[in-house]
């Protein structure tokens, strides 16, 4: 199983995240924290496999609020038995006291959302960080033992040339990150970049996507990381555990606000609103707002959609014979191939993920 807090709290909601998340506000995040900490202690019935934090930022959390919650954590979860700790951060969020905090309190790997290294792209992206201070905070989490650290990347941005996204491969290339996330923008309901969109005021392009996500591709293998997933590329052995899990089809545990579970089969989600979270953890003990039984059917599909993100690819035995007839064709397109019993798309079938899995299910 694996067990993840949504921690919703933001200086700043950025023009494109879609993710529950809201500036503290009025929130007693003391409250917050003691809600999430009973939450574990009430939902936690077997040791996770992996354990990540995500937001929101949950590198924000005060030294005291971080303490906290991990302490509570340790009273719940044997921190000895996960394969890896992974907490997100934005640069601006810590020094290095509250990276070796990080460490102190059991994380093994922290994923910084950087987004970009260019600054006119920082600032359409409405993030809080400049690229000097992005820079640094890799060399703060190394000299604070951090074992692994990602820098997620985000291409495709209004304004970004290929220039640009050339210069940020390039950069994050040098900082030597064990692990960098490669994400295509994507236009998400409810958010400004989505309301920019529907008046007109930006555009998407298929082939403009795909020539970052190649160059992409391209820069990153060549330095040595393994392109293991659509989006993510790893130096050997810091492959995201957590992840992996996800895109495996295991079990997980969601916890906080707007938290999604997948259990034997049920999946369930918190409510999405911090302080109604709060008030029913306290008075009902649980926050959960609406659930349902994944049938056979659906998780064949979610396992054909993501399994054919990885580099692994998906089993034959998940098609029908129709689908096995198109997956025989995307090979002889040169865009996948079958190796034994397993579908693997390749090349530029990698940056049709979506469409081809739309075909397959």
């Not at 064949?300 to 993501?306: G, N, T, Y």
């Amino acid at each position: 199983m694996l067990l993840y807090l949504h921690i919703p709290f933001c200086h700043r909601v950025c023009p494109y995240c879609s993710f529950y998340k809201h500036t503290p506000g009025d929130t007693s995040i003391g409250s917050f924290v003691d809600a999430l900490a009973a939450e574990a202690k009430s939902r936690i019935t077997e040791n996770p496999r992996t354990l990540y934090l995500g937001g929101g930022t949950p590198s924000m959390l005060s030294p005291g609020h971080l303490t906290r919650l991990f302490t509570a954590l340790h009273d719940t979860v044997d921190f000895s038995k996960l394969d890896e700790v992974t907490l997100e951060a934005n640069p601006a969020t810590f020094d290095a006291a509250k990276a070796k905090l990080f460490r102190e309190l059991g994380v093994t790997r922290v994923s910084l959302g950087i987004q970009s290294f260019t600054p006119h792209v920082l600032e359409i992206l409405g993030r809080e960080h400049s690229v000097a201070q992005a820079s640094e905070s890799v060399s703060i989490l190394r000299e604070a033992g951090i074992p692994s650290v990602n820098i997620d990347l985000m291409f495709s941005i209004p304004g970004q040339s290929k220039d640009d996204w050339e210069t940020t491969l390039r950069h994050a290339i040098s900082l030597n990150p064990d692990h960098i996330s490669a994400y295509n923008l994507t236009y998400e309901e409810d958010t400004a970049f989505f309301e920019s969109l529907r008046r007109g005021e930006m555009r998407e392009n298929e082939d403009h996507d795909a020539e970052f996500f190649h160059l992409a591709d391209e820069l990153l293998t060549a330095a040595g990381f393994d392109h293991y997933e659509t989006s993510n590329y790893a130096k050997p052995g810091h492959h995201s555990s957590h992840n992996q899990g996800y895109w495996r089809g295991e079990d997980y545990l969601g916890l906080g606000p707007s938290a999604v579970s997948t259990l034997d089969g049920v999946r369930w989600k918190n409510i999405p609103d911090t302080a109604r979270y709060v008030a029913q953890i306290h008075s009902i003990g649980h926050a959960l707002t609406e659930s349902e039984t994944l049938d056979a059917k659906a998780r064949r599909i979610e396992r054909i959609a993501l399994g054919l993100r990885t580099k692994d690819g998906i089993s034959l035995d998940l098609l029908s014979p129709e689908s096995r007839q198109r997956a025989a064709h995307f090979a002889s397109e040169g865009i996948a191939r079958i190796e034994g019993d397993r579908l693997i798309l390749i090349d530029h079938g990698r940056a049709l993920v979506d469409p081809i899995a739309a075909e397959l299910v």
